[in-house]
């Protein structure tokens, strides 16, 4: 039989936003021993604004904003999202032909009667796209249009007004490692990890790489240690499933990654973890 204690935990946890599916999930953040974040959404807040337009090859800025719209206008992931509002007029579907999203890469689609791709480096390399030196600040979103490189944007995020002090808070209750896993640049990635004091950081990674990570990590932990993965669901959702705990974002998140999780949080905010822990640690007092 499941002790009362735990139904005191898990409602107690719920008004205050954390939803969490089973005694037993509570019960394991009593032995957390590291917690890897996914970025995009999770510890930032997934709202990317456009900083910079450089077009290439006689292209205006205006047409630029405007293909990458369209071909971008199918997705709801967070830099899909930007670009659309970015371009701030209506899209006319009917110019868009064969879409395809290639997790962790980019889009291939035809508008116009053209094929073009908006995505980055890796993508482009993949599709034998010649592309120059980017040196930015932000997230590179790279078009090419018929095979010829027409430019890219440069797209910004910001951290969370709660990631710090929530990076921070773990460690003080013992957590041993903090990590961030991320598709985007290490440039984007390290400098993140190094404003919330992360332990490691790992960028770059295809979804099926963030998989392989994870396991790695996994492997590194003490037999008893849990071990947390936080994230939107979006390319994330087989580490969400894979973890001991996993957690999800509640309001931004996907479907997929409510379903996948065991915890979610309501209002996204990932200071809620600290305080799903501290739940966990007084349930445990009262039931044993
Ligand atoms: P994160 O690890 O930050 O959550 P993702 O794994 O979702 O990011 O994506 C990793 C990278 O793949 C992005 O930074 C971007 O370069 C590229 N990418 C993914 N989806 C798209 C898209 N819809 N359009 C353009 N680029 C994309
Ligand atoms: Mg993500």
Avoid: C, W
């Amino acid at each position: 039989s499941i002790p009362l204690g735990f139904f005191g935990g898990i409602g107690g946890a719920s008004k205050r936003g954390i939803l969490i599916k089973g005694s037993n999930y509570l019960e394991a953040l009593n032995n957390v021993e590291t917690i890897v974040f996914d970025k995009t959404g999770t510890l930032t807040k997934g709202v990317f604004k456009v900083t910079e337009i450089n077009p290439q090859n006689d292209i205006t800025k205006e047409a630029l904003i405007e293909y990458a719209a369209y071909a971008e206008s199918y997705s709801n992931h967070p830099i899909s999202l930007s670009l659309i509002s970015a371009f701030n007029a209506d899209i006319d579907k009917k110019r868009i032909k064969n879409y395809q999203e290639i997790p962790g890469h980019g889009i291939k689609v035809i508008i116009d009667g053209k094929e073009v791709l908006a995505g980055n480096e890796k993508f482009m390399n993949s599709e034998n796209i010649m592309i120059g030196d980017v040196e930015a600040l932000g997230t590179v979103i790279h078009i090419a249009i018929n095979n010829r490189y027409a430019g890219n944007i440069i797209i910004s995020d910001e951290i969370k007004e709660d990631s710090a002090h929530a990076v921070k808070a773990l460690k003080a209750l013992g957590i041993k490692k903090t990590i961030m896993l991320t598709g985007d640049l290490k440039t984007v990635g390290d400098t993140i990890g190094k404003q919330l004091g992360l332990d490691e950081v790992y960028s770059e990674l295809l979804p099926g790489d963030k998989v392989a990570e994870f396991e790695r990590l996994e492997n590194q932990k003490s037999a008893k240690g849990k071990i947390i993965f936080v994230g939107d669901g979006i390319n994330d959702a087989p580490v969400l499933a894979r973890a001991d705990i996993g957690i999800a974002m509640g309001a931004l998140g996907s479907d997929a990654a409510i379903e996948a999780a065991d915890i979610v949080i309501m209002n996204d905010e990932p200071s809620k973890i600290v305080t799903a822990i501290k739940i966990a640690k007084k349930t445990r007092r009262i039931v044993l």
